[in-house]
């Protein structure tokens, strides 16, 4: 079951709200994500508790084990650039402490894991199609869940708290609080056409994803992204790891300087990562936030993530685009690895 909504972030918020999370509640997210994931935490009075990454670049569950509190009422890993946590070991903390999953699958519409698509897997599931995803309608999102009461909470909550009973908008009765979280049908008819072109979408990508990283591949010190067990990667991202900080910052550099773009290295970027989420550390908000929070996110102000930083300072990520050529995708990866073994020489 699903409901389309207004945004992604929209999506994050509703999900959170279905599963009935709200003031206090701690809510495990990782330290690499979009700002989204803490915006949609916050909103609702939780706590994000941020959370090393492992090599996967999603959660680490055996970080997420030592995270768990009295408090924590929810693990949410984020599917970062076309690839996915560990689910299997996720549900399985889940289920030892009766926490709710959500996927956060803004960034991996069309990657499965064990067959099934991502965002399907946990209790709640998320999905962006804003102009920037795999599939877009412009602005919108989506909640995938199994679960009636969740799917039911979500479709009232979306929309005003209305029942959505009868035919007569007027007359609906109103169960609980909600907001407005509605998508267009405008946008949703743009998102219906875009679904329908996934699996084309997702073999464009392959092809080119590939290209590039068996050219990567010829490199020694060139390591990549771990793809869980069972899991395929939607091919939107080509990640992978260089040996130190210092030759990924000097790559980085590179391929701008030879026309390479749309490559990320997340280290010092300040939408994804949190070494540069100074705003959130510093909790500067327009409104003052409730004591709950602010105590919440006191640790903020000291922790360090030398496990996260160890994987994002070498990692790149680089986007894979429908439009390439062939010729285009070839040369690309020539052009990277000679940036590459130019850099390690
Ligand atoms: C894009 C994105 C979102 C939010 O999506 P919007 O539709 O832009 O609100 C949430 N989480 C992640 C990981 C994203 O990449």
Not at 255 to 281: M, P, S
Request: proline letters at 3%; one cysteine or more.
């Amino acid at each position: 079951m699903h409901n389309l909504v207004s945004s992604g972030t929209a999506a994050v918020t509703i999900a959170l709200a279905s599963a009935g999370i709200g003031a206090g509640d701690e809510v495990i997210i990782p330290t690499f994500t979009f700002v989204a994931s803490f915006e949609a935490v916050l909103m609702l009075g939780a706590i994000p508790i941020l959370v090393d990454i492992d090599d996967t670049l999603t959660l680490d569950p055996e970080a997420v084990k030592k995270a768990i509190t009295p408090k924590t009422k929810a693990i949410m890993p984020v599917h970062m650039c076309g690839s996915m946590a560990n689910l299997d070991a996720l549900q399985s903390i889940c289920k030892t402490h009766n926490l709710i999953l959500i996927e956060d699958s803004s960034q991996a519409t069309g990657a499965t894991y064990k067959g099934k698509p991502l965002g399907s897997i946990g209790d709640l599931g998320c999905l962006s199609l804003d102009y920037v995803k795999i599939i877009t309608c412009g602005e919108g999102g989506a909640v995938l869940t199994n679960n009636e009461s969740y799917y039911k909470n979500a479709d009232h909550f979306s929309d005003h708290g209305h029942d959505h009973v009868g035919n007569d908008r007027g007359a609906e009765t109103h169960p609980f609080l909600g907001y407005n979280f509605r998508i267009s049908e405008l946008h949703a008819a743009v998102g219906l056409a875009q679904l329908r072109r996934l699996d084309e979408f997702v073999s464009i990508q392959k092809k080119n994803y590939t290209i590039i990283r068996e050219a990567l591949s010829t490199i020694p010190e060139v390591t990549f992204r771990t793809v869980p067990e069972g899991g395929e990667e939607s091919y939107s991202f080509l990640s992978f790891f260089l040996p130190d900080l210092e030759i990924a910052r000097k790559v980085s550099e590179a391929f701008r300087e030879n026309g390479i773009d749309a490559c990320f290295h997340y280290y010092d970027n300040n939408w994804h990562y949190i070494r540069e989420w100074q705003h959130l550390k510093d909790l500067k908000t327009l409104y003052p936030l409730s004591a709950e929070i602010e105590e919440g996110l006191q640790y903020l102000k000291t922790k360090q993530f030398p496990q996260s930083d160890h994987y994002i300072g070498r990692n790149i990520s680089c986007l894979i685009k429908l439009s390439w050529t062939e010729d285009e995708v070839k040369e690309r990866a020539r052009k990277m690895v000679r940036c590459i073994n130019e850099e390690l020489s």
